[in-house]
C-alpha cells in the first residue's frame, strides 16, 4: 500500500533520517516507534507531504507521491492526526468534521452560493458521511459543542473524526494516545482497531505506550538516530537486541 | 366494568399493535435518534416489523411457553422483540444493561430463556462469555452488526437475517401471523420482571397482560394521556415503570415513544422533542434542578435579576395550591408577568413546554424539588406502586397534590394498612407470582393482598404517607414506631444540613446529631456577619444553632406527635467515609456511630444543658489532631420528653 523507498532527510547538517525504507501492507496497523529524537514525526511529515526528504521516493498503491503537495495527497487518500491537537477550538464539532469533508466538495463558490439543487444535495451526502463518523465514534453528546471546552481526550477523539471525515485509505496517527488516561486510552485503542477492521483503513502510527503497540499492530518499525533498526511483527521486535539495546542501553548492562 | 374492558378483544399487545396499526397506520408509534436525525417508525413499520422478528423468531424454533430475554439501551429493537416474543406465545424477560455477569447469568438460567436478543457487541460478548453456563440459550440475536462482523458463533444471528427468516415463513404460511395475534390471551404471561432483591438472588414477578393493561387504563383513569402525546423513553426498559409507559400505555393509548440517542445526551434530546408526558425518579428531578440553579449563578445578571424576582411568586402560588388555598387577585396577575417573564422560556430550556403528565416515584423526592416544578407550572406527582402491583397502586389527583405524601390509590385498587403499619394493597392488577418461587408467592401475597415490605400510614385526609422499608422501622421504649431514615431524609432536604442521625430505638423519646454543611452555613454565617474559624466554631455557635432549630422544627410540624424530635446536637466534624461512619456511598452505619458518640448520646438522654468533648481526630493523610470542645444540647418545645 505504502511503499517508502530510501529516504534521507537533513535539515542543513543535521541529519534526521538516513536511508529509511518500509512497506505498509493494506489494512494493516503499523507502528513507528523509537525514542526521542528518532525521526518518527519528520518520517510521518515526509509521508504527508510537509517536509521534502532529499532522496529517496515515496510511492502510494504503486503512484509515485513523492513530488505531491500535501493537500493533493490528501485527495488520494492520506490522512493524518497531529500531536499537538490541529482542530478549530472556536468551531463546533459538527463544523470541524465538515471541514474535513471540503477537500472532497465539488461545488464552487456560485452553486454552494445558490444552494438548491446541486449544492443541497451534496451538503446532505456529506453531513450524512460525518454523522456516520459520529456514530461511529460515539461522540453525539458533544455534536454541537464547540471544540475548545472540550476534555482534551475527547478533543483527541474529534481530530481522529476530522481525520476519518477525508475518507482516507491510510490514515497517519501521530501519538494519538498521548496525555490521555488509562479510560480514554483503551477507548481510543478501541476505536483504532475498529478504524482498521470495520473501515478498512490501513493505519500508520506513531506511538510511546509500549503496551498498546504489542496489542494493536501487526507490524513494527523501529527508529533509532534517523535509522531503521528494526522491521517486524511485534513479538520479533521485541526480541531483537538492536532494539533492546536502543531502549535500555548495552545488552550486557541489562543481563549484569 | 373494568377499566380492561374498555379495550374490547384488543386485550393483548400483539393484538393491540394489530389495532393500531389498522386504525392510525401513518401516525408516528416510535422515534429513534440516529445520525442527528429523529428517524420515524409509523404503527404500520412498527406491526410490520414485529410481525418479520416474530415469525423469524418462530422460524428459529421459538415456542410457546417459552421465554426471551432482552438485554440492551432503550431501542426500537427492544421494544418489537417483547412484542414479537409475545406473539409466538413466549413471555419477554428484560434485563438491565449495567448488571454485572453473575447477575446476568443468573436471570438468564432462572427464567430458561431460550433465545436472547442483545443490542451489541458489549452485551452480545458477555451472553458469549457465559454460553456455556446457559445450556437453555439456543439462539443469541444481535441488532447493532458494529464490531461483530467477524464472530462466528453457530449460535448468533442479527436481527434483520431473523426478519429475513420471518417474511420467507410469511410467504409459506400467509395466515401464520394473524393465527398466532389470534391465540393471544388476556390471561396469558406477558412479561418476567426480576426485581434486584436486597438479599438472595432477584425474583421474577410474573405479570399477565390483564395485569399489565388493567393497570395502564386505570392509571390513565386518573392521569389522562392522549393519541398523538410524546414520550421520552430513557430509563431502562427492564424496569416496570418503564413497561407501564412505553409499552402498555403507549400500546393502549396510542401514544408515540421517543428513544434518546445515547444516554449523554438525553437532557438535549428531551428538550427537542417537548413530551407531553413524563415519568422519572427524584434524582432525575433533583439534578435538573440543581443544573440550573447552577447555571443561573453562571448567567448574566439580567437573567438572575428575572429568576430571582420571579422564583418566589411561582413558589408562593404553588404553596398556596398545596394547601388548596384562593389565590389572590394581585398574586394572580404578578403570576402572569412571571410566566412571561420566566417560567415561559424556562420550561422551553428543559423541555417542558407541552408537558402535562409529570410523575416520580421510587423514592421520597425533597418539597424544595418538588416546590420548583410546580412553581413553573410543571404538576409534577407523586406515584407510589411495586413491581408485583404491574407497577402503581397510588398517584395524587390534579387537584390534590403535597409533598410528602404519595396520593390515594387508581380506580380498582384498595390500599390498608396492617397491623403491623405495613402497606398492604390489591387490584387486579396484582401479579401471577414468582417465577419458579412459589415460597416467595406464598410471604407476599396473603389472600390476595400484595404485602409491600413498607411501612407507611393514611393521612386523615385518604393520602398515603410511605416511611421506609419495613424491617428498617424502629421502635421507641413505649413502642411507637418510627423511621428514622425517613426524618433523616427530611432533615437532609435542608440545606443547612449535611448529615444527620436520628436515635431513639427502645429509649423513651427521638434524639438527633446533625451534621452542618460547612459551605451553606458558612455562607449564611458571613451574611449575617457572624465570624468563626473552624468548623467545630461554627457549628457551636449559638445562632447556627437558632438556624439549624428552625429547620428542625419544621420537619417536627410535619411529624406525628409521639414521634418528634426532641433534642437536637450539632456535631464537631463531619460525619466521614475514612472514619468509618459512613459507606462509601454515603449512608449512615448507625451502630458505629452510636458507639463513637455515645458520649453525645447519654448527653441528649441526660439533664445537663452541654457536654465536654475531648477527642482526637484522624485526617486522611494519617495526622491526628485532638479537639476540645463543649456540645451545647438544644431542647425543642415540641417534642415530648418522656
Redesign the interface.
Known amino acids: 500500500m505504502l511503499d517508502v523507498r530510501g529516504i534521507i532527510l537533513h535539515f542543513r547538517g543535521v541529519a534526521a533520517l538516513s536511508d529509511v525504507s518500509f512497506k505498509v501492507r493494506p489494512r494493516a496497523i503499523h507502528a513507528i516507534i523509537g525514542p526521542n529524537g528518532a525521526g518518527k514525526t519528520s518520517l510521518l511529515n515526509c509521508i504527508s507531504g510537509v517536509y521534502r526528504p532529499q532522496h529517496g521516493s515515496i510511492h502510494f498503491d504503486g503512484q509515485d507521491i513523492s513530488r505531491l503537495s500535501p493537500s493533493a495527497r490528501t485527495k488520494l487518500g492520506i490522512a493524518r492526526t497531529f500531536q499537538n491537537i490541529a482542530l478549530f477550538k472556536g468551531m463546533s464539532v459538527l463544523d470541524n468534521l465538515l471541514i474535513g469533508r471540503h477537500v472532497h466538495q465539488k461545488t464552487g463558490v456560485l452553486g454552494g452560493g445558490i444552494y438548491w439543487g446541486f449544492g443541497q444535495r451534496e451538503e446532505i451526502e456529506h453531513?450524512?458521511l460525518v454523522?456516520?463518523i459520529?456514530?461511529?465514534l460515539?461522540i453525539?453528546?458533544i455534536?454541537k459543542k464547540v471544540v475548545g471546552t472540550l476534555a482534551y481526550g475527547l478533543q483527541k477523539r474529534v481530530e481522529l473524526a476530522r481525520a476519518l471525515a477525508l475518507a482516507p485509505r491510510l490514515l497517519l496517527l501521530d501519538e494519538p494516545m498521548a496525555g490521555m488516561n488509562a479510560e480514554e486510552k483503551e477507548d481510543m485503542a478501541r476505536f483504532v482497531v475498529?478504524t482498521a477492521?470495520?473501515r478498512g483503513t490501513t493505519i500508520l502510527m506513531i506511538e510511546h505506550d509500549m503496551g498498546v503497540v504489542m496489542d494493536l499492530s501487526s507490524q513494527v518499525t523501529v527508529l533509532n538516530f534517523g535509522e531503521k533498526i528494526a522491521d517486524g511483527p511485534p513479538e520479533e521486535v521485541q526480541g531483537s537486541a538492536a532494539v533492546q539495546e536502543a531502549y535500555l542501553g548495552e545488552p550486557s548492562e541489562l543481563s549484569a | 366494568m373494568s377499566s380492561l374492558d374498555r379495550l374490547g378483544h384488543d386485550d393483548t399487545f400483539p393484538k393491540l399493535l394489530v389495532r393500531n396499526a389498522r386504525t392510525m397506520p401513518d401516525k408516528v408509534a416510535l422515534r429513534e435518534k440516529e445520525f442527528g436525525i429523529w428517524q420515524s417508525f409509523t404503527w404500520r413499520d412498527y406491526h410490520d416489523h414485529v410481525r418479520d422478528f416474530s415469525l423469524g423468531l418462530v422460524a428459529l424454533g421459538l415456542k410457546p411457553g417459552e421465554n426471551v430475554a432482552i438485554i440492551g439501551e432503550n431501542r426500537p429493537e427492544w421494544v418489537m422483540s417483547e412484542i414479537a416474543a409475545q406473539a409466538c406465545g413466549a413471555a419477554s424477560v428484560g434485563l438491565y444493561q449495567d448488571s454485572n455477569l453473575a447477575d446476568v447469568a443468573f436471570v438468564i438460567d432462572h427464567c430458561d430463556a431460550s433465545v436472547v436478543v442483545a443490542e451489541d457487541q458489549e452485551q452480545v460478548d458477555k451472553i458469549l462469555d457465559l454460553l456455556e453456563k446457559l445450556p437453555k440459550v439456543r439462539w443469541v440475536v444481535f441488532t447493532d452488526p458494529r464490531g461483530l462482523r467477524k464472530y462466528q458463533h453457530e449460535k448468533l444471528i442479527s436481527f434483520t437475517d431473523v426478519e429475513a427468516r420471518g417474511r420467507a415463513l410469511d410467504t409459506e404460511q400467509p395466515g401464520l401471523w394473524d393465527a398466532n395475534v389470534a391465540r393471544g390471551k388476556v390471561s396469558d404471561l406477558a412479561i418476567i420482571s426480576y426485581t434486584s432483591g436486597t438479599t438472595g438472588f432477584p425474583k421474577g414477578a410474573m405479570l399477565s397482560f390483564s395485569n399489565l393493561l388493567g393497570m395502564a387504563m386505570n392509571l390513565h383513569a386518573v392521569d389522562e394521556k392522549r393519541p398523538g402525546d410524546e414520550f421520552v423513553s430513557f430509563l431502562p426498559l427492564a424496569w416496570i415503570g418503564e413497561q407501564m409507559m412505553s409499552l402498555s400505555s403507549a400500546l393502549a393509548i396510542g401514544f408515540t415513544v421517543n428513544f434518546p440517542e445515547e444516554t449523554e445526551t438525553t437532557a438535549e434530546n428531551i428538550r427537542e422533542i417537548g413530551p407531553h408526558v413524563m415519568f422519572a425518579p427524584p434524582r432525575f428531578w433533583e439534578s435538573m434542578t440543581s443544573t440550573v440553579q447552577v447555571k443561573i449563578m453562571d448567567t448574566t445578571p439580567f437573567k438572575r435579576f428575572m429568576f430571582n424576582l420571579c422564583m418566589p411568586i411561582g413558589r408562593k402560588v404553588a404553596d398556596l395550591r398545596f394547601e388548596k388555598k384562593p389565590i389572590p387577585f394581585r398574586l394572580r396577575v404578578l403570576y402572569r408577568l412571571a410566566y412571561w417573564g420566566l417560567f415561559r422560556a424556562l420550561r422551553d430550556r428543559l423541555g417542558f413546554t407541552y408537558i402535562r403528565s409529570a410523575s416520580t416515584g421510587g423514592a421520597a423526592l425533597g418539597p424544595d424539588v418538588f416546590g420548583f416544578f410546580h412553581a413553573m407550572g410543571v404538576r409534577l406527582k407523586q406515584i407510589y406502586g411495586q413491581t408485583e402491583i404491574s407497577g402503581i397502586s397510588c398517584i395524587h389527583r390534579d387537584e390534590d397534590i403535597q409533598s410528602h405524601t404519595v396520593g390515594i390509590p387508581i380506580p380498582e385498587t384498595e390500599v390498608r394498612i396492617s397491623a403491623d403499619g405495613e402497606i398492604l394493597s390489591r387490584s387486579p392488577s396484582v401479579f401471577m407470582g414468582y417465577y419458579k418461587n412459589p415460597e416467595a408467592t406464598a410471604k407476599t401475597v396473603v389472600d390476595g393482598w400484595l404485602h409491600s415490605g413498607d411501612a407507611g400510614y393514611l393521612a386523615p385526609d385518604g393520602q398515603l404517607v410511605v416511611i421506609d422499608r419495613l424491617k428498617d422501622v424502629m421502635k421507641l421504649a413505649d413502642g411507637t414506631q418510627f423511621s428514622p431514615q425517613f426524618i433523616e431524609n427530611r432533615l437532609k432536604f435542608s440545606p443547612y444540613v449535611k448529615e444527620a442521625v436520628v436515635i431513639g430505638h427502645h429509649r423513651p423519646f427521638l434524639t438527633a446529631m446533625l451534621c452542618i454543611d460547612m459551605g451553606v452555613v458558612g455562607k449564611w454565617a458571613e451574611k449575617n456577619r457572624i465570624s468563626y474559624t473552624t468548623y467545630t466554631d461554627l457549628s457551636s455557635k449559638p445562632q447556627v444553632y437558632d438556624l439549624l432549630q428552625r429547620e428542625v422544627d419544621l420537619v417536627n410540624e410535619k411529624l406525628p406527635d409521639a414521634a418528634r424530635i426532641a433534642k437536637f446536637v450539632l456535631l464537631y466534624k463531619e460525619l466521614d467515609a475514612d472514619d468509618e461512619e459512613l459507606t462509601r456511598t454515603r449512608k449512615v452505619r448507625r451502630g458505629f456511630v452510636e458507639e463513637r458518640y455515645a458520649e453525645v448520646i447519654s448527653a441528649l438522654y441526660g439533664e445537663a444543658p452541654e457536654v465536654a468533648i475531648d477527642t482526637t481526630i484522624k485526617f486522611q493523610d494519617g495526622k491526628t489532631t485532638r479537639i476540645r470542645t463543649t456540645l451545647l444540647v438544644r431542647k425543642l418545645s415540641m417534642g415530648k420528653v418522656a
Open positions: 453531513r450524512a454523522e456516520d459520529i456514530d461511529f460515539e453525539q453528546h455534536r475498529e477492521e470495520e
